[in-house]
């Protein structure tokens, strides 16, 4: 049964690709009002599922409800009541002028012709965006086009918005940008929902009210940001900065008892390695020093660090997310 | 749902004249490089000393020419560009009418291209002193027209279709270009073709109208002499339209399906 709130619900949710296993056994419910984090690495399914939603793709096995209605067969429900933004697109016609491929866009999304001149207008203004309004779409910079994308994607008042990855490749100032629209936006109207899929661990901590982790086309664990941060609250992380280390050394490490998670990442640049590991007692981290030092590797850099989203993933996973 | 559909369709070509005519370049270029390849033409007629009716059949088969290129290049593998731009997931997801998207390219393609063929019509009658028949203006008229509302709808169905298509659209389009101009005898009558293959011609609007162009203003022939031409036509817009239609949303079934509505760079 399908309940008022919840404006999304999957039920034993799959999807194959030939032999390749896209999404497997999907149960979810995202309610009404929130911002519902998917994350996880690239190639874990978060875009798939966001096309099963926005009734792009077929699902091969299970139910999907939007606003209760089946994405299967009520397709055309759904539609008028959805939009999606994904970071890497650049919809639109590079000839046209911005205006011109908001008021485009308009029309798709059922205004009348004046009326769509009317929004595009008054939304132009209300984000700031009359300094590029007349200019090119093909002309814009990267934090422009997304900005311009995230008014797109508003242009029909979703009560479903599906962001994809909205601030990848952008710099800094730009992300924080458009990160600031998205709370605002979902301030605005408790109707409105946020389906929100990135791999930036701050993304996800800063905007969501619960985060799905997704590895490998599974949901892994399903709570809001403090209470995946639980997870890890009695566990203690530590940073350790060495040179570049053999994986026979990386073998030997993980196989020390008490280890909960570690990961590696290697600079070659810098000729250094960062392990980041997880353990429930301090103590073990005396035998993984011993142990890189036997080794004949220096230590360079030995940390205690606060717990992250990070780390919920590096424990639940095994790795980090990249 | 008509209005939705008109709707869409208006802004659709809203796109393609604002933005194919935003730079005048490329207006010059569309008319001035067909004037090459018509003129090279012209110039092997004179050369040959051809009747007048030769000069003139050609000059209107490469104006015509210029629909055929747009409905392959622009037409036909649109919704392919659309789905790599990322726009075909949008229009799908919006929930507005794909037959809008498309009749929309289609009325967009064939202004512009009416614009660029009439360039090279004018031109082509001036620069080489070609007479036609002015009293037969309204049949041609609805003739031209006839023959554009047919080609687009076959152009629909490219575009529907093409949506099967990676990386290959563009072979499909030079595997389409030449035979069908070579059908269509854009500089001979398909009189001159066996009757099977002049059967075959006729389900080319582009040869249809051709043809009925060529009766109408070259050999002054009456409106009723080729009344067929425009019934076929008319036949052919129906035909077209309804499979366009029909195929569309079987392409959109399957892509859904497959994945094919937002699968990119296959």
Known sequence: MIVMDEVVTTINLSRYFGNVVALDNINITINKGEIFGLLGPNGSGKSTLIKILATLLLPSKGEAYVFGFDVKTQYDKIRRMINIVAGDDRPGYGILKVKESLWFFSQLYGYGIKEGWKVVNSLIEKFNMQDFAERRINRLSSGMMQKYNFVRGILNNPKLLFLDEPTIGLDVNAANEIRSYIKEWIKEDGERTILLTTHYMAEAQQLCDRIAIIHKGRIIKIDTVEGLLKLVSNEHVFEIKTPLIPEKLMDSLKKIEGIKALDSESDVSSYTTNLRIVVSDESIIADVISSIKASGTKILALSKVEPTLEDVFLYLVGRKLK | ?266
């Open chain 2, 1 to 266: 749902m008509i209005k939705e559909i008109l709707k869409v369709a208006y802004a659709r070509a809203y796109v393609r004249i604002k933005g194919t005519n935003r730079d005048i370049t490329h207006y010059i270029a569309d008319v001035f490089l067909p004037l090459f390849g018509v003129s090279a033409i012209l110039f092997a007629y004179k050369a040959l000393n051809a009747p007048e009716i030769f000069l003139a059949s050609a000059a209107i088969g490469a104006s015509m020419m210029a629909f055929w290129y747009n409905v392959l290049w622009s037409m036909a593998s649109q919704f392919y560009w659309e789905r790599e731009h990322g726009n075909l997931t949008l229009f799908v997801a919006s929930g507005s009418p794909l037959t809008g998207i498309l009749l929309g390219m289609a009325l967009g393609g064939a202004f512009n291209m009416t614009l660029r063929a009439s360039g090279v019509l004018i031109l082509t009658i001036i620069l080489f002193n070609i007479k036609l028949n002015q009293a037969a203006i309204l049949p041609t008229f609805l003739l031209f027209i006839l023959t554009l509302t047919s080609l687009y709808s076959l152009g629909m169905i490219f575009a529907s279709s093409f949506l099967r298509f990676g990386r290959s659209v563009s072979k499909v389009n030079e595997l389409l270009g030449e035979p069908i101009l070579f059908l269509s005898g854009v500089y001979f009558p398909i009189g001159v073709f066996p009757l099977a293959i002049q059967i075959l011609a006729s389900f080319v609007p582009l040869a249809l109208g051709i043809e009925g162009l060529r009766e109408l203003l070259v050999l002054n022939k009456s409106m009723n002499d080729v009344i067929w031409i425009y019934l076929l036509l008319v036949f052919l817009t129906f035909l077209f339209s309804f499979i366009a239609i029909k195929l569309l949303r079987k392409m959109e079934k399957e892509g859904r399906s497959k994945g094919t509505l937002t699968l990119r760079w296959e």
